[in-house]
């Protein structure tokens, strides 16, 4: 991905004038003009226009634009913590635009959520084959891009319904199972074909499959096993996984907890867990080893999560789990402080020397991590590893280190965000197009292979000389906290229509900005 012409400012400050020179000029051509949010969009959705058209009221075609860079819009309005939002020009004013907010609108109120993309049928793609390990965000996002292209896709999951985590372990009070069922139904619909109960590397080989004639394979398989915690006492009765306990709630097996729940970690999980544990009657601590702010779960749900009662013990690891007959009955912690970095540059927590306390639990929850529980399929072919024990990969191609197989997701990244996989399907479907067409693709064609990346030329009227809107920004609309315990229930409610209006007008339109910039450019360089 060429790099964004606007970031050269923070690594020159002293230098840039804001002219774009750079990018007239640059032999290599890796120098870009996009909008910040959209920049930092791991999917590079355009941001911008589809928030100009719901000002106009035009949802439908909003939701399209959207659908060209990630087809999980209803998906990604309810989970994706909104990276774009940090990247948002109106917080240097007063706060950002809430993005999420109005994607959940547009996603809410389109009524065209099965008008199909445009699909590039090509004679030549339409002879090979692909195969996608995993049906999961990673795994049918490369496969909607390459049926896009024209290729034959034939997706393998292991369970009996598709959407991995999305499917299985997301609780429903942020994710309704219908929501992803719509939304995997849209990307199926391509004509995309779907083989469940089908687990790879134990029902069928990767050389079975390429002797099937798949020319190209990707592996989505996720991060879905979990690591010990690593302490005296791990092993007693009391003591579960996170993704075990989610999974189960999900599936509506409800397993049984007591009324004195610790849960161990701070991300998606931990607090996805707690709350879960919350609405079936628990008093629950997060214990977690470094400041709240540090947590890498997303915040909006860590504040909720408070509110709605979760406590939270932080600056705490746990150290010993003590029980009796084999069944937990307390968990022993150490205090913490922050001192130095780790590895990351982030900040490291130290144990504070004879500082100790107990909290006394009848049932404990890890969540402390993900990892990749697919070596077999990746051993079976000789498919390198990194040293965190995840699948390695060119980061720029995203091929492994056997030339015909890809991979991408979390089973590449560790535990990451929905949008991130999704971002990670379309640039491997793009990859694994190039190494499938190297014989015949030119350079000329390359530039309008993918119509997902054409340039979209809002129709939208703007005033670059006019006010921004002074309204505040509107907030997420939730239920009371009174009416939440229910695990079905979604906290987050839609925005009206005439608060989408208020807030679309609050974008500063960067899109215009950078659309005048391209066309000066373009003019300069006919000169």
């Not at 049918?140 to 034939?154: D, E, K, M």
């Not at 991408?408 to 479907?429: F, H, L, M, R, W």
């Not at 030119?442 to 921004?468: C, I, M, Q």
């Not at 974008?507 to 360089?525: H, S």
């Amino acid at each position: 991905m060429p790099m964004d012409a606007w970031g050269l400012a923070m690594w020159f400050p002293d230098q840039c004038r804001g002219c774009l020179e750079c990018v007239r000029v640059c032999p290599e051509k890796a120098l870009e003009l996009v909008a910040p949010c959209e920049y930092e969009c791991p999917a590079h959705v355009d941001v911008p226009s589809y928030i100009s058209l719901l000002g106009e009221g035009n949802v439908d075609e909003a939701i399209r634009i959207h659908r060209e860079r990630n087809p999980f819009v209803a998906v990604s309005a309810r989970v994706c913590p909104h990276p774009c939002e940090t990247m948002c020009e109106r917080r240097k004013t007063d706060n950002p635009v809430s993005v999420r907010s109005l994607k959940r609108y547009m996603a809410d109120s389109s009524k065209s959520s099965s008008l199909k993309p445009t699909i590039k049928e090509d004679s030549r793609n339409a002879k090979k084959k692909i195969a996608i390990v995993g049906s999961g965000p990673a795994g049918l996002s490369c496969a909607y891009f390459l049926r896009r292209i024209g290729y034959q896709v034939t997706v393998f999951e292991k369970a009996d319904k598709p959407g991995g985590m999305l499917t299985s372990m997301i609780p429903a009070y942020r994710l309704p199972q219908e929501i992803v069922n719509n939304e995997i139904d849209f990307i199926l619909n391509l004509g995309i074909e779907l083989k469940l109960n089908t687990e790879v590397g134990k029902d069928i080989s990767i050389d079975a499959l390429k002797n099937q004639g798949y020319q190209a394979i990707f592996i989505a398989v996720g991060a879905q096993g979990s690591p010990s915690i690593g302490i005296p006492g791990e092993e007693m009765n009391g003591v579960i996984q996170a993704l075990d306990f989610l999974r189960d709630c999900r599936s509506g097996k409800n397993p049984k907890i007591g009324k004195r729940v610790a849960v161990i970690g701070g991300g998606n999980s931990a607090i996805d867990a707690a709350r879960i544990a919350l609405r079936q009657g628990a008093d629950v601590t997060v214990v977690y080893r470094r400041n709240i702010e540090e947590m890498p779960a997303i915040q909006a749900e860590v504040e909720e999560a408070e509110k709605e009662g979760v406590k939270f013990r932080i600056l705490a690891r746990p150290k010993e789990i003590k029980g009796k007959n084999g069944k937990a009955e307390s968990l022993v912690c150490e205090e913490m402080m922050m001192k130095g970095y780790d590895r990351t540059a982030r900040n490291k927590s130290v144990p504070v020397p004879g500082k100790e306390f107990t909290l006394d639990v009848d049932t404990i929850i890890s969540a402390i991590g993900q990892k990749l529980d697919a070596e077999k399929i990746m051993k079976e072919v000789g498919i390198g590893f990194s040293y965190e024990g995840f699948v390695f990969i060119n980061k720029h191609t995203m091929v492994t280190n056997i030339p015909n197989i890809f991979s991408g997701g979390d089973a590449v990244t560790g535990p990451s965000t929905v949008t991130a996989a999704i971002g990670q399907g379309e640039k491997a479907a793009r990859n694994i197009d190039k190494y499938l067409a190297k014989d015949f693709l030119t350079d000329e064609e390359l530039k309008t292979r993918y119509p997902w990346l054409e340039h979209y030329d809002s129709t939208v009227k703007f005033n670059p000389k006019g006010a921004p809107a002074k309204h505040n920004r509107t907030a997420t609309p939730l239920i009371p906290v009174s009416e939440r315990m229910s695990a079905n229930k979604e906290v987050e409610v839609t925005l009206s229509k005439d608060d989408v209006i208020r807030e679309s007008s609050r974008c500063l339109r960067c899109d215009y900005l950078v659309e005048t910039q391209r066309q000066r450019i373009k003019t300069a360089a006919k000169s």
